[in-house]
């Protein structure tokens, strides 16, 4: 099972390359940043953010061996077609490191105040399915068109093609109708927050949608994240994000369960790991814990 960092992009860029410079000097396997212009609190907007792509950018060019992703790029923030070309950019810029997580988008104070379209569920879905074509299309063949009713191109190209054939696209999902459906279908990776238990069942349905569209379940490695307590300090609470750990003991017990259903990367949060030297102290626990 692989394990990987999440540096918040709501710290400075040296703060962000100080964790992805010490999780590929370490051991890490990966570094994974959101895609997010600003908290998803109205009453957080002096917290600076930056941005993903040029952070996934910056980190590909000087952070080594390590997998870089997109966890994930939002897509009603930029046309699917400039989304393939970063990708492919990117993807060179780290000598064939990146991957491409991809997501419909959802944080409504983002939409508002930039004057971005959050469309209906059923829409936002549908646009989503549209622009996964197009971005394989763009990425996988020579020439794409795609006639869709939100997305039109038109014997379009991306050149370079990635390093990677194919560049991996993991795609984030929790909805069991619809997105684990489009994860099916399409992805290379899927991705979705939750403890061992919760993970097993969308992992379940996922393996459901897959046999429904005829395609071999492991061909799709699984990806999850939850907040890590090193020593202490769980703030577990209704509707916040899930979080495991709280001690040494309770930590190794959920890897061994992520490890168990047949995990393939844990992603980890950098939300409850202090910060400096104390921070790279727990990065140093956490993937003692799981290597052992």
């Known amino acids: 099972m692989r394990i990987s960092i999440w540096p918040g992009a709501e710290q400075t860029y040296a703060e962000v390359l100080e964790m992805s410079q010490h999780a590929a000097a370490t051991g890490w396997d990966g570094v994974w940043l959101a895609d997010h212009f600003m908290p ?145 279908k399409y992805a290379d990776e899927w991705n979705a927050w939750g403890v061992p238990a919760t993970i097993a069942h969308k ?25 890590v307590a090193v020593d202490g300090g769980r703030p577990d609470g209704p509707g916040g994000p899930p979080v495991i750990g709280g001690s040494r003991d309770a930590l190794a017990a959920a890897v061994d369960e992520y490890r168990a259903l047949g995990l393939d990367e844990l992603i980890i949060p950098d939300d409850l790991l202090g910060k400096g030297a104390a921070r790279l102290a727990a990065m140093d626990t956490i993937l003692a814990i799981v290597r052992r």
Not at 98 to 119: C, D, M, S
Not at 126 to 153: C, H, I, K, S, W
Not at 208 to 223: M, N, Q
């Open 203 to 227: 992992s379940a349905v996922l393996d459901e949608h897959c046999a429904r569209l005829g395609r071999d379940p492991r061909t799709i490695k699984r990806t999850a994240q939850a907040l």
């Open 40 to 184: 998803d609190a109205d009453d957080d907007l002096a917290t600076p953010m930056l941005e993903c792509g040029s952070l996934i950018a910056a980190l590909g060019a000087v952070v080594p061996r390590v997998r870089i992703g997109t966890l994930v790029y939002g897509n009603t923030y930029r046309h699917p077609a400039v989304v393939a070309n970063m990708a492919a950019t990117a993807d060179h810029i780290s000598g064939g490191r990146f991957v491409l997580g991809v997501g419909a988008g959802w944080q409504k104070n983002e939409h508002r105040r930039y004057g971005i379209t959050l469309p209906p569920t059923r829409e936002l879905i549908d646009r989503f399915e549209e622009a996964v074509q197009v971005m394989l299309g763009l990425l996988r063949t020579p020439r794409t068109t795609v006639n869709g009713t939100y997305y039109q191109v038109v014997d379009a190209v991306c050149e370079p093609k990635p390093v990677q054939d194919p560049l991996p696209l993991l795609i984030g999902a929790k909805g069991e109708k619809r997105m684990l459906g489009i994860v099916a």
